[in-house]
């Protein structure tokens, strides 16, 4: 992947990669709708140089490709409701190591904004994908 | 097509009709659209709140740029709503910060910022006004009047008065506003993120100057909206069409988080003034209300949002002898317009907090004086409805006590650092007044060879629209859910099925769709869809709105049947107090709400866990800090949305008590969950012994609010 050092991962992959899966909700950080994994880790993009992704392992909610065990979760429990912030918000649940506690759940999801569900339900979410893992 | 027990799709939580596109990204969004030859479009807007418009400097070379103004609008430059006052581009005069002025469109983003920070634009300055108590400009003024208030007085052995004010609140869907605007067939075409694509096209036909047929709106995968982009996008989608129609080629619109907060539309504050006869033993005899709304610099809805506050005003209570007298008035700020609750989170807020003082001031229990005044069926509310059979204010009240354990923790935490606080709430579904009859909303249901498809204007956006609707088609014409398909809200293909607000949306159009679904079954009268369709040809049914027989409303004095009908709701709250910080954290909402029938209790559910926490923000977090007519606070940096650490637990339960005229005995659901969290909590922190009457309940405000011994 080639592309200016200091634009944006977010508009790089939207705009170079075609991966519009990932949102752009604020473009200063607060609000995750942007957030990838890089090497794992969840990052927001609108806050990455391209430069600084150079060799890493950049994913994004397409990169799931639909048979993560939480992309099934958030339909079933109404995690996702307008949708904008669900890529981000799956990837940073992803994250989250199993056997979390709630507590932990909430301050790994604590840079992720959802505007609609009040958060309930996306813990309903996650707690189902882990039953579903762990059977 | 034979219905069996086992594929109803009603009361189930049937897969979401779009939720595999939303969790793997395929979901397409205005800002993932682009067109061949593109442009991309900014706004420029005045820097000042008052005064007219004296010279532009571009500061750039013209070359490339596509450059538009109000002389550049081919029809009438305004955006065409309930009055025809708002320029969609400024003329001479300025009346509010970040009024637009000129277009600029560019293909390359970069520059077109670089040019947009070379504008100026010189201005002979007026002296704004902020203040709506100092206006001298009336939008609209309303009127309730039921018996006799002196009487009411005289009956009374004790007047409790209280004023109670309620700040601007920011919807921020996180999707911001977007559109692109595309020339096509002599006309435009505009696709974006929008609530009411109806709205849009007719403000463009005006705008414009164009025919019904030249004008396409389509609605785009929408990240939210909550009356944000109910009137708005009208707006927006006009700035792109002019740029669309002078360049000729397609233009995008996409606003920042910035342009977003700065620029568009808020929930309107207010100031609201109660005056209540109460006898010793908490009798409710008269009731007196003045509600003064800031609608800013424009008319936008403010007139509609004020009759839904005015009608909320006295709560869910009863009460012979009232008077209601409410004002929206101009100011020299943006213009304020829908949000979630429209009016009834202003009016509701004082009139829960001002019954918890009323129990304060008599020292009697606040649920016993609710349980002794609340409306039971029967009753008439301020505008004399009568009200029906599904009137369940005792009984979310009396659920939400019990399954919250409201009065043994209101003395367990008496003295400590946690509070309770309760708050009883309704909210009529649907348009008010006589607004279903004029709006005359259409749905139509095609027969496909395998089932059908749902024709409506109505959007989804993110409250489950195309699911709830599928789920009624489905299980009155007796086939499967997945045999449901759903057009997208393209104005060329759907009727207009009204706007997609006023929690009307599954009773109203939902109930237009059940009567289309049962013409088509008896049309059908047993033969398969494809044997209808080789016989016949095609099928499309189409029906209008028909009001259930003796529904009457008088818009000139206000009385009649304000709603079809009202959801029930009771909310109770704890909270913790940081006894040095004085910051409140919620702990726990007990959130009970009768909505007649849960047509997918999951996305019920949803919608009140979700109105909850944006209420939670409302009251606490969520400040619009106005300076000079600006909102100085404009990022998500410093305008406080709940997050995962805000937001408390949310216990919901659902009752249900069926509207007769509903679909499946459906109500609305959509806004009433923003009606009772602000005035639980601050009925909570008021446990806390601090006499707060204004939200946000900043630890700022907290701090300098009296304490209740010392203001009683």
Not at chain 2, 225 to 231: L, T
Not at chain 2, 659 to 683: C, Q, R, S, T
């Amino acid at each position: 992947m080639q592309a200016p050092p200091m634009k944006r991962l977010l508009d790089v992959l939207r705009e170079e990669c075609g991966l519009t899966g990932t949102k752009e909700g604020c473009g200063e950080g607060e609000c995750g709708a942007c957030t990838v994994l890089l090497d794992g880790m969840p990052v927001n993009s609108c806050l990455i140089p391209f430069a600084q992704a150079q060799g890493s392992v950049v994913t994004t909610i397409e990169g799931l490709e639909g048979r993560h065990p939480l992309q099934d979760a958030f339909v079933v429990e109404g995690g996702a409701q307008c949708g904008i912030c669900t890529p981000g918000m799956i990837l940073a649940a992803a994250a989250i190591p199993r056997g979390a506690t709630l507590d932990e759940i909430r301050l790994g999801l604590a840079g992720n904004i959802c505007r609609c569900t009040g958060y309930t339900s996306i813990y309903r979410a996650i707690e189902k994908a882990r039953s579903r893992r762990h059977r | 097509m034979g219905a069996t027990e086992k594929s109803r799709a009603v009361g189930r939580n049937v897969p979401r009709k779009e939720g595999l596109d939303k969790v793997t990204g395929a979901a397409k969004y205005v800002d993932d659209l682009t067109f061949p030859g593109m442009l991309h479009g900014r706004t420029i807007r005045s820097t000042i709140a008052a005064g007219e418009i004296e010279n532009i400097h571009l500061g750039f070379a013209r070359k490339g740029f596509t450059i538009a103004d109000c002389r550049d609008v081919p029809g009438r430059n305004v955006v065409a709503l309930i009055e025809l006052d708002q320029p969609c581009l400024a003329e001479r005069r300025v009346r509010h910060f970040a009024e637009p002025i000129l277009l600029l469109a560019h293909e390359d983003r970069e520059r077109l910022l670089e040019a947009e920070s070379l504008v100026a634009i010189d201005y002979r300055e007026e002296t704004p006004i902020y203040d709506p108590e100092k206006s001298d400009h009336c939008f609209k003024e309303i009127r309730i009047e039921k018996g006799d208030l002196a009487r009411g007085f005289a009956e009374a052995d004790v007047v409790v008065e209280g004023e109670y004010r309620v700040g601007l609140q920011e919807q921020l869907y996180i999707e911001p506003n977007g559109v692109i605007a595309v020339p096509e067939n002599g006309g435009i075409t505009v696709y974006g993120s929008l609530q009411c694509p109806y709205y849009v096209h007719r403000a463009l036909r005006v705008l414009l100057g164009l025919s019904d047929d030249k004008v396409r709106v389509v609605q785009t995968e929408t990240g939210g909206g909550f009356g944000g982009k109910e009137e708005y996008p009208s707006m927006i989608a006009g700035h792109a069409a002019i740029l669309a129609w002078k360049s000729r080629r397609p233009v995008k619109l996409v606003y920042d988080r910035v342009e977003d907060m700065v620029a568009t539309t808020k929930r309107h504050p207010g100031v609201i003034r109660h005056s209540t006869g109460v006898t010793r033993d908490g009798t409710l005899t008269a009731i007196k209300i003045d509600v003064l709304l800031d609608g800013g610099a424009y008319m936008t809805l403010s007139p509609v949002v004020l009759s839904r506050g005015v009608i909320h005003a006295t709560g869910p209570y009863r009460c012979d002898h009232v008077r209601i007298q409410g004002r929206v008035v101009a100011t020299n700020t943006p213009p304020n317009g829908a949000f979630r609750g429209f009016g009834a989170p202003q009016t509701q807020f004082a009139a829960e907090v001002h019954m918890e003082r009323i129990a304060e001031t008599l020292g009697i229990d606040s649920v016993r004086l609710r349980e002794k005044n609340a409306f039971r069926p029967g009753d008439t509310t301020s505008t004399g409805q009568k009200l029906g059979r599904d009137t369940s204010a005792l009984r979310v009240l009396r659920e939400a006590v019990s399954r919250s354990d409201f009065r043994a923790k209101r003395r367990a935490y008496r003295g400590t650092n946690r509070g309770i606080g309760l708050a009883l709430f309704f909210h009529g579904s649907g348009f008010t007044g006589g607004g279903e009859v004029k709006l005359a909303s259409k749905a139509s249901l095609e027969l496909t060879e395998t089932g059908a498809r749902i024709l409506v204007a109505s959007t989804e956006i993110g409250q489950g629209t195309r699911t709830m609707h599928a789920q009624i088609v489905a299980d009155t014409l007796g086939i499967p859910y997945d045999a449901v398909e759903v057009a997208a809200a393209d104005t060329a293909r759907v009727p207009d099925s009204g706007p997609t607000v006023a929690s009307r949306t599954c009773m109203v159009v939902g109930k237009i769709l059940e009567r289309c679904a049962q013409e088509m079954r008896r049309e059908l009268g047993g033969r398969s869809a494809q044997d209808y369709l080789a016989e016949r040809g095609s099928l499309v049914v189409t029906k209008e709105y028909s009001g259930p027989d003796g529904l009457y409303w008088d818009d000139e004095t206000y009385r009649g049947d304000a709603y079809g009908a009202f959801g029930w709701g009771c909310d109770v709250i704890e909270v913790e107090r940081d006894p040095e910080t004085w910051q409140i954290r919620p702990t726990r909402v007990t959130a009970v709400c009768e909505i007649g029938k849960a047509i997918h209790p999951v996305l019920a559910r949803g919608q009140i866990e979700g109105g909850t926490a944006q209420a939670v923000g409302y009251a606490l977090l969520e400040e619009v800090a106005m300076r000079d007519g600006r909102m100085a606070n404009a990022q998500l940096t410093n305008y406080l949305v709940p997050t995962t650490l805000d937001t408390p637990e949310i216990d919901v339960t659902i009752l249900e008590n069926p509207y007769e005229h509903g679909p499946f005995g459906a109500k609305g659901v959509g806004e009433m969950p923003i009606d009772g969290p602000a005035p639980a909590i601050v009925n909570a922190i008021r446990s806390l012994g601090v006499d707060v009457r204004s939200i946000p309940a900043t630890p700022e405000r907290i701090l300098e609010a009296p304490s209740l011994s010392a203001s009683r």
